[in-house]
């Protein structure tokens, strides 16, 4: 049976309802993955987590890889329990941080050398290497080994860092052992679609479980991405599922949906929820601002998370301006609420057979409040 199913396509964009199925349980798509990065969502317990509507979650190989190292997440119980999340997991490779950590890396085209942020020591990641780690640690969706660049690199730049992607990708694909993960390639290559053409190409070739789109919401803007994404998406195969990472706004988010883009991840909400900025349906809110101090509202009014049914915009502004960790974290809270309730209705919308309509009076609303 495949891993991945088509529920149902709409019929006035490229968007589709979808089921995947994975060795823990299935995820509905179009689905929005909270990032766990060193093995837990920011100041959000798994079970809180669960209740905003979550069915899958990111956590960093790189990372997990510094500390607490691979073998004590295995001496542990592997990832899941190291997690305390009974559902899908997913990894990234640690290509992500070839892009974000660049001072401190070496790349060539057998892999990634890594000055850890930590304490200096050097970290060595090879597509072999990275895909081994994944193995151990026991994820649900894995991701190859790929290499972003920033936007506005050299062509030069731009083009090897495909072409490494693609190599990388032969070797992570060699290498997967474990047949209870489903493996994704990422297609690279910038806002340039003859290049990104050539990636789709080149992966597809190799049959993985789910194609990922790479090295966007890295300064090209939202249109420039969205082009990219729909040429991408239109590319990849129909019975497979294309993962967006990194993004992004609820704006990026809908116009993606509408690319054909099923899974996403972003940081957006809980690093959002930890400054104050809160996600809602009016626009964002400013828990930090004077006007916040007496107001007895909820952050959203008819929101049913935790936050919102029990604190005012007041308290938690006094959370803020006193440092109490409470305010933060019923802000991250609030906004993962707000992203997942966005994922539920574009899931209804499709299955409805209304999210044309919908999307484009949300991507106006979104643009307007959020980009």
């Known amino acids: 049976m495949s891993s991945f199913e088509v529920l149902r396509p709409d019929s006035g964009t490229a968007a589709r309802r979808g089921l995947l199925r994975t060795t823990h349980g ?105 895909t081994r780690i994944q193995n151990q640690l026991g994820g649900d969706v894995i991701m190859c080994l790929d290499e972003c660049v920033c936007f506005g690199c050299e062509e030069a730049q731009l083009r090897r860092a495909a072409d490494r992607t693609i190599c990388w990708a032969r070797q992570c694909r060699q290498a997967h052992t474990n047949s209870q993960q489903l493996l994704f390639g990422v297609v ?9 053409t050539q ?16 090295g966007l919401s890295v300064g090209e803007g939202h249109e420039a991405m969205i082009k990219t994404v729909s040429h991408t998406a239109t590319l990849l195969p129909e019975d497979k599922p294309r993962y967006l990472m990194g993004v992004g706004t609820p704006a990026d988010i809908v116009a993606a949906v509408m690319a054909g883009v099923d899974i996403f991840d972003c940081v957006l909400p809980t690093r959002n929820g930890r400054n104050a900025f809160a996600f809602t349906e009016n626009g964002p809110i400013r828990l930090r601002n004077n006007a916040r101090a007496n107001d007895p509202k909820p952050v959203e009014g008819g929101c049913d998370c935790y936050c919102c049914k029990n604190f005012s915009r007041g308290t938690i502004r006094h959370f803020f301006n006193v440092s109490e960790m409470l305010g933060p974290v019923l802000l991250s809270l609030h906004n993962l609420r707000f992203y997942q309730r966005l994922m539920a209705q574009i899931r209804q919308a499709i299955e409805k057979g209304e999210f044309a309509d919908w999307a484009g009076e949300r991507l106006g609303k979104y643009k307007a409040l959020y980009q």
């Open 188 to 196: 690279q290559g910038g806002i340039d679609l003859p290049l990104r």
């Open 199 to 214: 990636c789709v190409s080149e992966l597809v070739k190799l049959d993985f479980d789910g194609y990922a789109i790479g």
């Open 26 to 130: 299935d995820v509905a798509t179009p689905a929005f993955c909270p990032v766990g990065t060193v093995g837990a969502v920011k100041g959000v317990t798994p079970r809180e987590l669960k209740e905003t509507g979550a069915d899958i979650i990111l956590a960093n190989t790189y990372h997990l890889l510094l500390r607490p190292g691979v073998k004590t997440v295995e001496e542990l119980g592997g990832l899941h329990k190291f997690m305390s999340w009974e559902g899908p997991i997913l990894t990234d490779s640690g290509g992500y941080q070839v892009f974000s950590l660049g001072s401190l890396t070496k790349i060539d085209d057998d892999g990634v050398e890594f000055s850890s942020h930590v304490d200096g020591a050097k970290v060595y990641l090879s597509a072999e290497i990275a």
